[in-house]
């Protein structure tokens, strides 16, 4: 089907009269009814700012200023690097040829002039035109919308101002890193006051990333309320989680998942988890991962899920990420590996022992490939002695 060029507008370039009265008329057969006209180069570059043409057709041989003079002027105007310009000449050598091209030409038609070759060249310009436009106005609005999209999925993770409020609350240094591989992803966590004692922390990685990952996090945030977590314990709120998602999961799809809460009464970080990455439990000296196993949320309703307990006293630490952190990889690096995690937050402790979180971003970064390949997140969660 034809693109209609009705609403094209073409600016004749000429010093004849005759000429740009017959290309006129030839071009009219395409249906363009605004035309402009210039009898050379210089009126022709007014022209072009006053009459925004879609085309250019442009003679070589002028007065005052010629074609190629033109054309050259022209691309260097940002604004007009992309008009298409098609050069009509008396000369089809190739010399001629390369000349129009390198002054910037789209395209040349040779006089005199054959009316269908001028009309299919002039078609084809300005369609293309059409084409890219509608290409740019198309991508222009898919990155603003995935823009709005990237700043809602912003908001659902805790603010700054939040992670301090909750920090103070309950004696903690919380610090986090979060980072999609495209404009939006498939990471999401969150922090749960519970009551004066006990503080939750949950860590989710959907499968994939870009759009369709990111859709998931946006119905995990519609279902975590539906749930209480103060009354039940961490295996308990993840198989009720595990049964919401599979009713909203699309086949083939679901989410590696750690969910904790912290008693500060008792001194005990109890976890279930659903096949996240191990996490990184630091009391005293001791630097150990801890065992994250379990299926997959979505992927089965008869998921069974179990408690761990472990001691997280004043002064311990714990260390949660997703996969990206131990998968992705560098030109000269390989990927970090699950095992060399607990000797990755060793080395950080060293450099900064409060905020330890920091120079383990900047090793990761300085030994990754950009931009990743996988959605990250991480979050450090100290006690404060």
């Not at 010093?15 to 050379?40: P, Y």
């Not at 010399?95 to 078609?123: L, N, T, W, Y």
């Not at 969910?259 to 500060?264: M, V």
């Amino acid at each position: 089907m034809a693109i209609s060029l009705s609403d094209c507008r073409v600016l004749i370039v000429d010093d004849n009269e005759f000429n740009r009265k017959s290309l006129a008329l030839v071009i009219r057969r395409a249906g363009i009814t605004q035309i402009a006209f210039a009898e050379n180069g210089a009126e022709g570059l007014k022209a072009v700012d006053s009459f925004r043409p879609d085309l250019v057709l442009l003679d070589v041989d002028m007065p005052v200023m010629n074609g190629l003079e033109m054309c050259e002027a022209l691309r260097r105007n940002a604004t007009h690097e992309e008009l298409p310009v098609l050069f009509q000449t008396a000369f089809d050598s190739d010399q001629e040829q390369v000349r129009c091209f390198e002054a910037g030409g789209s395209d040349f038609i040779s006089k005199p002039i054959k009316p269908g070759e001028c009309v299919a060249r002039v078609r084809h310009q300005l369609e293309k035109r059409k084409l890219f436009n509608d290409l740019a106005a198309f991508r222009a609005r898919v990155q603003r919308e995935l823009a709005h999209a990237r700043e809602m999925q912003h908001s659902l993770l805790p603010e700054k101002r939040r992670l301090t409020a909750v920090a103070e609350r309950y004696g903690l240094t919380l610090d986090a890193h979060f980072e999609t591989s495209s404009e939006l992803g498939g990471d999401f966590w969150g922090v749960y006051p519970l009551d004066n004692r006990r503080v939750g922390f949950l860590i989710i990685d959907f499968a994939g990333h870009g759009i369709t990952a990111a859709i998931n996090t946006f119905r995990l945030h519609t279902l975590i309320d539906r749930f209480p977590m103060q009354d039940c314990a961490p295996s308990q709120w993840l198989m009720q989680l595990n049964g919401a998602l599979k009713d909203v999961l699309p086949t083939g799809q679901f989410a590696t998942a750690f969910f904790g809460i912290l008693d500060l009464t008792t001194d005990t970080l109890t976890f279930s988890a659903a096949g996240a990455p191990n996490p990184v439990l630091g009391v005293g000296g001791d630097i150990r991962l801890l065992d994250s196993a379990g299926l997959v949320l979505g992927a089965s309703r008869r998921a069974q899920y179990v408690d761990q307990s472990f001691r997280l006293p004043r002064g311990g630490f714990l260390f949660l990420y997703s996969d990206a952190l131990i998968e992705c990889w560098g030109d000269e690096h390989g990927p970090i590996g699950q095992t060399a995690v607990p000797d990755f937050v060793r080395d950080a402790l060293e450099v900064n022992r409060t905020h330890p979180l920091e120079p383990m971003m900047e090793r990761f970064y300085a030994r990754t490939r950009q931009p990743l390949r996988d959605d990250l997140t991480a979050v450090w969660i100290a006690r404060r002695a």
